[in-house]
Structures are given as structure tokens and as C-alpha cells.
């Protein structure tokens, strides 16, 4: 545990404003410089904008000209799903100025069909190439440059070309067959589906593919209406900290351009969402105290152009740093501070599963193994940061976002903006990748409150630090287990106990405790077993869904033990 710290501080640079993923402010992009034209072609056509010249050419493409077909996925350099083409080369859009374009020649994934997909495209589309989408038009430009060079690539040089374009859905197979294969698709790609009685065995190109590789498909932030307001999340540097607002009205007033602050007093209903009902307990806005490093505690929202520009270190916010624990074992130690008022030991909940008598069987065997293991967060690392607007549609607020729940999100909006559930709207974009994490709320009650309060649109994109530092990741796991075999070699007895660090707030730490037990033997025949699970708080970040809840690290654990006690019993560790 820390120990608290006594001092209180203002707001400063790196803590509510100036760091990256404490606010979707971007660093380092100022754009209150005059104004400059700035002549160019895009896609065969000539363009002039009148735009400060450090703008971003990704903004510029997305928010002036309207290509969205460029994506943005992180503004430094790293995933590559903004690389368009200058002069006929790959570039990274976000990393350069828009004065730096003047004078070239910028191909977008929608210069590349002209009329026709290209054979690349059509590949693209034969090979299932595309998954969610978000990164297929950087792929695809990356994979034009290579073509025009060389027509028929080699594996090897395959990959290297697409080395800089991240995709998180796939293994690259089918991308880099694609690629290879672009010569053979000249003429295009049947789209057709199979006549009736001759589907099974085929393979017909996916339903929504077509918008994918011509960058037509719409995610998150593609969409922003002309007049929404962009709204800017103030969260918190500590990981656990009392917190207090100066005078919000001054500071707008001193701020052109900022049309209010909006902090959980604004919250018309009940200010917990979760995605178990019984367990809900996170606010969309803390409210005196945050629990975590990266929680929101308050809504700046304006005119677009000034909050491009905005700088929130002297947003007025007092912090006092209060303990935090960061393990389940600080959790669990006596004295510790409690997360939650109401869960006694910062444990969240247990699931448990018994069956005939381990310690017996155990006792008996002829081999026993044992062992622990620990796991890490995993972050989701989803290409496509959580981005939507929302806006009020008569009596009904529309709420425009990627999600991969729908449902829950609607019910969760509308239980925290005092609304009935027929009055609240869910249009889910196209998702650029959600592994489980997208099935939480994140920003969806946040834009909610203020189109509610302004009567305008109101748009928000996480940045790629703020994503990650916000939402859910996979649990780490502390985990022991022991297992015992006959002298034949069959499995007669098994313990397990884990104990999984659900982070600041419930999530689905309640599924990954209970499931986590059902699946801990794997799936393999065990007479007598005894597994607990146990979701514990900490001041860390949340933990929620993520492909497997819980059970991919049991099987690190299980597989482990098996692989060791095949050796013991001098068998092949497949045949056992």
C-alpha cells in the first residue's frame, strides 16, 4: 500500500490536461496559429484548404474533405491505419502537416477503385482479407505502393511492406495471400452468393466486405455531425484521490468557445451503470473520490475548433491522494482500504464448484503435481478507440457509438440519464475491433448528458492513451492448483484456487469467478475436484470481458500441470 499524501495540489500539466489519456485534448497539436491556404490533389482532383498548416493531414482528410475511408487509430505513428499515399508513397497521415502535403499528390483508400474496385480490393474480398475494417484501407494503400513496384511480391517483401499497418483481428494470412494474389483478380470478384443447394463448401465473399476495402464503412468517429459539440473528459491522474472543483463558471467564461462543464451533479438519474445489474456500481462521472488512474470526473464541451486547441492543466481541480492498493494480497491484508464501503475485504464476489473427494484422491495418488502461476493485464488493443455522438431526437436521445452491446447499453444510458428505456436509441456503428471490452460502457451516458443539456450534438473520440487507460482489460490471475494421477495415467483428483484482480469497479468480474471454476480441470475427465474463484478489488485499472472471461488463464495454469505430470508418468504429453 502507499501511503497518502498529504499535500494538496492544483491542477498541473501531465495530471488533468497536458498528459496524454487523461483528456482527449491532443498534445502538442496547438492549433490557435493563423490560417493558411494549402493547395493539393487528393485523389485526382485538386483541393485547396484553409486550415492552421501544423493541422494533421488525417484531420484535414477526415474532417475537411470528409475521407473518413482514413483511419485514425492512435496519432503517433504507430498502427499505421491512417497511411495514405504522397507522391506514390506510403505515409503515416497523422504524422505529417498539412503544410508538408502542399504540392503533392495524396491517394486516400477511396482514390484506389476509380470507378471499379482494383485487383487488390477484389483479392481482399475473395480471401476474406477484411475482418472488422478499420485497418483495411491503411493496408490496402500500403499494399498499392507495393504493387505498383512490384506486380508479383514475394512473401518476404509481402510483409515488409505491410510491417507498418497493424491489424489486431487477424494472423495476416489471408491479408498477405491477398496481396500475392492481387494479379489474379483483375477482372474483379464474383459477388454473388451460391445458389440455392451448392452453399455448403463454399466460400462466398462476406455480406459487408464491399465497404471495407472501398473505405465506405462507417465506425465511431466517421460520422460526426457539421454542428456537435466536441466534448473533452477530465479524469483522474492518481489512482485513488479525493477530489474537488473550483469555480467552473469562471473558467468557462475565461475560455471562448467552451460551452459548459458538466460534472455528476449534472447526472439527472442514477449515477452507476454496470453490465450485472446486481453489481453495479461505477458512475459515469466520480463523484468526490475516484477509484482509479484514468477515471472521468468531469465533461468539458465546445466548438469544435476551440477545443482542438483547448488546454486543460488549469482546468480547477483540487486532488488529495488518498492509499491505494494495486494486488489482490494488498487488498486482502488487514487494514487495507476499502474500495467499496459495502464488499468487506475488497472481495467482489466467489464461485465455487466441488465434486466427490480431492484430498482423498489426492492423498492416494501415485503422481501428484503442484504449482502457481501468475498472470497480467492484457489490454484489448483494439485499433479503433471508442468514438460516437449522440443527440436528441424530439423526446429521444440518439446515441450513434461503436458497441458490441447494443442492449445493455441502451438500459445503462438511460438508468444514468433518468430516462425510460423507449426514450433512449442505440445505433451501433461499425466496430473496429471490441474483444469483450466494447461490451462495457464507455462514453455513450458521457455525449448522452451533454446533447441532453445543450440540446446540440455531442461528439467524442477516445484518444489511443485514453482508451487504454479507461476501459477494461483482461484479469490478472493468481493462481495454484494441484493435480493427481493413477499409476495408468488417468487424472483421479484436482484443486485450484485463483484469485482474479477485477480492478476499481465489478465489470463482469462476477462471470470470471463463477466461470473461471467450471472450466479450471479443462477439458478432461476429473472424478474429484474442488476450484474457487475469486473476483477482488483494487485501485487498478477495470477488468472486464476479454475472449475466454477468465478461462485462458486457468488453461495456462491446467495445460502447465498436465505437461508436468506427463513427464512424471513417462508419457507423450499429447497422448496423455
Known sequence: ??????????????????????????????????????????????????????????????????????????????????????D???????????ASAAGTVVTTVEGLANGRLSALQASFLDHGAAQCGICTPGLLVAAT?????????????????????????????????????????????????????????????????????TGGEKFGGDSFPADALAVLVVRSPHYHARFAFGDLDAWIKAHPGAVGVYTAADIPGKNSFGVIAPFADQ?????????????????VAGEREAMLDLDLSDFPVRWTELPHVLQPCEAQAGGAQLIHE??????????????????????????????????????????????????MDGETLVVVACTQAP????????????????????????????????????????IGLVAMKTGRPAALAYTRNESMISTTKRHPAEMKATIGADADGRIIGMVFAGDFNTGAYASWGP????????????????????AEGRAIHTNGPISGAFRGFGVPQATIMQETLYDELAEKLGLDRLAF
Request: charged letters at 20%; aromatic letters at 4%.
Open 283 to 299: 458512475p459515469a462521472l466520480a463523484e468526490g473520490f475516484s477509484r482509479f488512474r484514468g477515471e472521468a470526473v468531469a465533461l
Open 145 to 213: 505502393a507495393l504493387l505498383d513496384s512490384k506486380p508479383n511480391p514475394t512473401e518476404a517483401e509481402t510483409q515488409d511492406a505491410l510491417g507498418g499497418v497493424l491489424c489486431r483481428c487477424t494472423g495476416y494470412r489471408k491479408i498477405i495471400a491477398a496481396v500475392m494474389d492481387a494479379s489474379r483478380h483483375a477482372d474483379g470478384v464474383d459477388r454473388r452468393m451460391p445458389q440455392s443447394g451448392h452453399a455448403v463448401g463454399s466460400s462466398p465473399i462476406r455480406l459487408d466486405g464491399l465497404p471495407k476495402v
Open 342 to 391: 459495502n464488499r468487506p475485504a475488497n472481495l467482489l464476489t466467489t464461485g465455487f464448484v466441488e465434486r466427490g473427494d480431492p484430498e482423498a484422491a489426492l492423498a492416494g495418488a501415485a503422481f501428484t503435481v503442484s504449482g502457481a502461476i501468475d498472470t497480467s493485464y492484457v489490454e484489448h488493443a483494439y485499433i479503433e478507440p471508442e468514438a460516437g455522438y449522440a443527440y
Open 407 to 446: 442492449y445493455m447499453d441502451r438500459d445503462d444510458v438511460a438508468k444514468v440519464l433518468g430516462l425510460a428505456v423507449d426514450k433512449v436509441r442505440i445505433v451501433p456503428t461499425a466496430t473496429g475491433g471490441g474483444f469483450g471490452s466494447k461490451l462495457d460502457v464507455s462514453l455513450q451516458p458521457l
Open 1 to 86: 500500500m502507499s501511503k497518502a499524501q498529504p499535500s494538496i495540489s492544483e491542477a498541473q500539466p501531465g495530471m488533468t490536461g497536458a498528459q496524454p489519456g487523461m483528456t482527449g485534448a491532443q498534445p502538442g497539436m496547438s492549433m490557435s496559429m493563423e490560417r493558411a491556404d494549402i493547395a493539393f490533389k487528393v485523389n485526382g482532383a485538386a483541393v485547396s484548404v484553409c486550415v492552421p498548416p501544423v493541422r494533421r493531414l488525417s484531420s484535414v482528410l477526415r474532417d475537411e474533405l470528409h475521407l473518413t475511408g482514413t483511419k485514425v487509430g492512435c496519432d503517433a505513428g504507430d498502427c499505421g491505419a491512417c497511411t495514405v499515399l504522397v
Open 88 to 98: 506514390g508513397g506510403p505515409v503515416c497521415a497523422c504524422l505529417m502537416s498539412v
Open 511 to 530: 462471470t470470471v469467478a463463477n466461470r473461471v471454476p467450471v472450466h479450471a480441470s479443462g477439458p478432461y475427465a476429473t472424478p474429484n475436484y474442488r
